[in-house]
């Protein structure tokens, strides 16, 4: 199911841990639920992360994903980092299975929760609107997906986030967002024609 690179990632994390006097924390996901990550940021006067630790609890994409965003940080600027997306997680690591792509986006969830809390920003936007609790799916998490992998079904949707895969109390919501999209692609498609 998982490639050397994914596995190595889990079995030999080189930055589990917690970073004292931090610059910066970042967290995301409900351990009640499923998979949850956090890290620390140390950040000089030049907003290089000079340091960066995580801790994860969740499955081995989870771990892996952990690892592999602190891996791509390190060294880098804030405004470098901020650029990282959850498709750099998984091309670092090789690949991931669709049923765990959920866990880069906790990735990328995760560095920009950091990168807020540094800035002082608030990160409760529309966008950061939290859609599936249980596996902690953002609404841009969903409108991305839907514009970059043309998805416009609920289930091509759950396979790929694993969205209202344990308590479907978000199905309702997924179906607005999706429905707001084929409107809006409809749209689109009708200014093309005329």
Known sequence: MYNDKVMNCFFNPKHAGVIENYSAR????????????????????????????????????AIASSEAIITLILGKTISEAENIRNSDIVNYLNGLPDLKLHCSVLGQDVLKDAICNYRKIDNKSEENEVICKCNNIKRKNIENLIIDKRIFSYR???????????????????????????????????????
Do not use: P
């Open 156 to 194: 091509e949707l759950q396979k790929l986030t694993n969205v209202g895969t344990i308590c479907g109390k978000c199905e309702n919501r997924v179906y607005a967002i999706l429905s707001m999209a084929i409107e809006k692609e409809n749209e689109i498609l009708n200014l093309e024609n005329k």
């Open 26 to 61: 970042g967290f995301t996901g409900s351990i009640e639920c499923g998979d949850a990550m956090e890290i620390t940021l140390k950040i000089d006067e030049r907003e290089v992360i000079t340091n960066a630790k995580f801790r994860a609890y969740g499955c081995t994409a």
